[in-house]
């Protein structure tokens, strides 16, 4: 109920002073969206940044390591 609610307040100030139902409307539809969607979403987000910290880990044992790294810098 309370996701509802917020969704209209949210929708009325997307829509504007335009519209009046129009704008609650707009927001419940946005919340069933987001209850639905963004789980999904952030499952997809999250493997998607593992792979990269991944691949970034993979590439950085792969680097040539040169004499001149390994001493003191000056």
């Known amino acids: 109920m309370l996701g509802k609610i917020a969704g209209a307040f949210i929708g009325s100030k ?3 002073r335009q519209s009046g139902a129009k ?3 707009l927001g419940i ?3 069933a ?3 639905r ?3 999904p979403l952030g499952l997809a987000l999250g493997a998607g940044w593992a792979a990269k ?3 970034e880990k993979r590439q950085a044992s792969r680097a040539p390591v040169y004499p001149s790294d390994l001493g ?3």
Do not use: W
């Open 14 to 16: 997307v829509a504007g």
């Open 23 to 25: 704008g609650a409307l």
């Open 29 to 31: 539809g946005l919340a």
């Open 33 to 35: 969206i987001a209850r």
């Open 37 to 39: 969607g963004l789980g």
């Open 53 to 55: 910290k991944l691949f």
């Open 72 to 74: 003191p810098k000056a």
